[in-house]
């Protein structure tokens, strides 16, 4: 998307105390799923107000449709604009479309500026080696739709503590923040992004089954299921039980459930370590894609 807009910069010149009173400016580049569920959650869990968000998408009909859901957010004409306005700027695009991203929009970012990529692969050295601006790295989930899960937030070198705390505080609307080490991205996302997709199938296969086998009634199933998974994780989390105390607590020696794990035991054998490396296999290939398209000479990887 070309830039077709100069900006008045003024806004960005203030003293330190107008800049102090004037609210931030939080800018979504992609709209798409991810991008779209982060404005909803921001905004509808007051994190954010209408008129803190700017954002641009490659497909106008989708930012139309932004604009009707949610009167008084600023719809950019480019993602230059986006990019120039916001104080943070999140970048809601698949991995692959970021190279093409970042050389439209380095043009018109700022140093004092915070850019997040909200994609596993993308790599915080990807980012400071082509954006002027500060660079986080915050892995969402769908989870936050609901308030809830965990945003996986690794910090770039060039953020300060005021910065760190700016993001956590703004995440804290939409879920619960935690920091951690980037070669941890993928495992840490295997749980809280794509978790939700994978205890899912889980749960869904296993209803099936029931109804295959029970006739139970399929709604009803999903509602037990479902509700089943919420008080699972208040215990695990509030309730403050581990996952081995919570299998203690409910399999009584010589009984069903006792039964019934013995049995996930044999029969889940591998699963799990053949989980995580399907994961792995296509984050490093993807990561590999990215260094080719950032051009990874020059590029200093910290592990
Ligand atoms: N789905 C999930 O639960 C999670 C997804 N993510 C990550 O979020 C990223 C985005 O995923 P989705 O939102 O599902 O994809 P999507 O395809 O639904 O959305 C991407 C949007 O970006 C727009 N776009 C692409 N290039 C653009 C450009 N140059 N300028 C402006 N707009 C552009 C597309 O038109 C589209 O609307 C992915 O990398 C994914 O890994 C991260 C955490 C969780
Ligand atoms: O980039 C990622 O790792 C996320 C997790 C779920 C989908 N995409």
């Known amino acids: 998307m ?6 008045n910069e003024e806004h960005y010149c203030k003293s330190k105390r107008e800049r102090r009173n004037h609210r931030m400016k939080v800018g979504f580049i992609g709209t798409g799923s991810m991008g779209g569920l982060l404005i909803d959650a921001f905004l509808s869990s007051g994190g954010l107000l209408a008129g803190d968000v700017i954002a641009s998408n490659r497909s106008p009909q989708k ?6 859901l949610h009167p008084g957010i600023t719809l950019a004409e480019s993602n230059g604009e986006t990019a120039s306005r916001s104080d943070i700027l999140f970048l ?21 500026q915070i850019v997040v990529s909200i994609t596993s692969p993308v790599q ?34 060039r953020l300060e503590a005021d910065d760190r705390t700016q993001l956590l505080k703004l995440m804290s609307h939409i879920g619960t923040p935690v920091e951690i080490y980037e070669h941890h991205t ?24 029931a109804v295959e086998a029970t006739g ?3 709604t009803l199933a999903g509602k037990l299921a479902g509700e089943m998974l919420l008080g699972t994780g208040k215990l695990l989390t509030e309730g403050e039980f581990t996952p081995q105390q919570l299998q203690d607590r409910v399999a009584v020696p010589g009984g069903i459930t006792a039964e019934a794990l013995n049995h996930l035991r044999c029969s889940l054998d591998g699963v799990f370590e053949r989980l995580i ?6 984050y490093d290939e993807d990561v590999a894609k ?14």
Not at 188 to 207: H, K, M, T, V
Not at 277 to 282: G, L, V, Y
């Open 290 to 303: 990215l260094d080719s398209l950032f051009g990874r000479d020059g590029i200093t990887r910290r592990k």
């Open 277 to 282: 490396a399907t994961t792995h296999k296509k």
């Open 63 to 68: 930012l139309a449709r932004l604009a009707q």
């Open 92 to 112: 809601c695009v698949k991995p692959m479309e970021f190279k093409t991203l970042t050389d439209e929009i380095a043009h018109c970012l700022r140093s004092e």
């Open 186 to 209: 993928r495992i840490s996302s295997d749980f809280s992004s794509c978790g939700p997709a994978f205890l899912s199938y889980f749960i869904e296969r296993w209803i099936e089954a």
């Open 124 to 157: 915080i050295y990807h980012l400071e080696s082509v954006l002027p601006s500060k660079i986080a790295k915050i892995i969402p989930s769908i989870t936050h739709s609901v308030y809830s899960g965990t945003s996986l937030c690794v910090l770039g070198s």
């Open 2 to 7: 070309p830039v077709t807009h100069t900006y």
């Open 216 to 218: 139970i009634d399929h």
